[in-house]
Structures are given as C-alpha cells and as structure tokens.
C-alpha cells in the first residue's frame, strides 16, 4: 500500500488565489513526521514546512500552512496568495519513528502546481 | 540555513564510463546522507543510505555494485555509477540531515541530470 498518497497529479490556480494540496498517509506509528517539499523546474528540493504527529497546531510557514487532520491521516498544504513563483512540483513526503539512526523521508508521486496570470 | 553541494550538475557520459557525483554539506555535519533517483515527473525514489565511516545500506532492487557510494568524511558522499548505461540515465539527488536541526530536516542537493549515450 502507498504511504503516502497525493491524487492530484496536475493543480491550476489564479494569482494571488490560495491552493489546497492533497496528502494522504498511512503509518501505523504513533511519532512520525510529515514534510512538504517544492521541486521547481531546476531539479532543487526546498523544504516548505514540517508538522510532527504531536503537535498540536497546524504548522505555519508563510504563505505555507499545514491542514493536519491526524484523524483521516490527511496533511493538505495550503498556499496562500499564490504567487506566478510557486510554479513548481509539490511532494508530500513521511518521516516514520525511529528505526536505527537513518530516518529517511518517503515521498508521494507530486502534485505539479501551475499558477496562471 | 543548511546547505548541501552537489556536484557536477549535469554529466553526458559514453556508455561503459563511470560517473562520480560528490554531495557535500557545507555547514554542518551529516553522518548519514541519502541518495535518491528521479525519472522524469516521478517521486524520488531512495536508492541508498550513506553512513560516515561504514558500508551503505541498499534499498532493494539498488545493485551495489553499479551504484558504489563512499562516506568518507562527516561532509562528503560520493555516488560512482559504474560502468554507466542509457537506462541509467536519470536524475540523481542527494541529502543530508542536520541532526543539530529541531526536526531533523533533510536538505538536499541540486541534483545531477545523468545523460549515457
């Protein structure tokens, strides 16, 4: 089964509008992490916002916001003000408890965010 | 914030040359780096974990002997693909955890476009 799960393969959205992206996860631990990352057109990965499976509040970087629903095990992005620079690949990706010392990230298929004039 | 080389950023190479792809992290030590590969509009998928002064740990179906990866130094990876073929064309990207960092985030190189003629 995908762990994690982003249905949105393409996203379109006006200027200046906001965006919601879809993630989904599926972990069975209690401590865990959840990341969203932006891959723009030049192959970079830069790190948007963490939340972790305690907090209580939603994580909030910006124009970033995390929607964490722990519940339906969702963990949408939502990116306010959309700017023509968000242009980009979004991946949701998981950090699962620890397991030895290497805690590597699973990421889901990436949802490609165009932001329209 | 942390900062993570990754060098060179694009490499053509005849088949049956080997390729080495350095990672490094500039100012803060990793002593576990990852490496993953990205086809075009997919999810990174993870290769390898580097660790600093021992073997790397393989993810399955990752041929260790194509892909020889050295973690010589608390800053520096190396991936070498040997004896490189077309179907090893491919994007490559690593990262590194500054395990100083609240959350353990992982930042990642630029990436290195692969082309074998």
């Known amino acids: 089964a995908q762990k994690i799960t982003q249905t949105q393969p393409g996203m379109f959205v006006q200027e200046k509008e906001a965006v919601t992206l879809d993630c989904t996860y599926d972990t069975s631990d209690q401590s865990y992490g959840l990341f969203w990352y932006k891959q723009p057109s030049s192959g970079e990965m830069i790190f948007l916002i963490y939340?972790?499976?305690?907090?209580?509040q939603n994580a909030t970087e910006g124009r970033y916001s995390l929607n964490f629903q722990k519940a339906r095990k969702s963990a949408n992005l939502v990116i306010s003000a959309s700017q023509l620079g968000d242009s980009a690949m979004y991946f949701c990706?998981?950090?699962?408890?620890?397991?030895?010392?290497?805690?590597?990230?699973?990421f889901g298929s990436g949802t490609q965010l165009t932001v329209l004039p | 914030g942390a900062v993570v080389s990754q060098h060179p950023s694009r490499v053509i190479c005849k088949s049956g040359t080997s390729v080495k792809i350095e990672c490094r992290s500039l100012d803060f030590q990793a002593t576990t780096m990852f490496w993953y590969r990205q086809f075009p509009k997919k999810s990174l998928m993870l290769m390898a974990t580097s660790n600093e002064g021992s073997k790397a740990t393989y993810e399955q179906g990752v041929e260790k002997d194509k892909f020889l990866i050295n973690h010589a130094s608390l800053t520096l990876s190396t991936l070498t693909v040997t004896s490189a073929h077309p179907e090893d064309s491919s994007f490559y990207i690593c990262?590194?955890?500054?395990?100083?960092?609240?959350?353990?985030?992982?930042?990642f190189g630029s990436g290195t476009q692969l082309s074998v003629l």
């Open positions: 990262s590194a955890r500054d395990q100083a960092g609240v959350n353990e985030k992982l930042f």
């Open positions: 990706a998981m950090r699962e408890a620890l397991s030895g010392s290497a805690r590597q990230l699973t």
């Open positions: 939340q972790g499976s305690y907090d209580e």
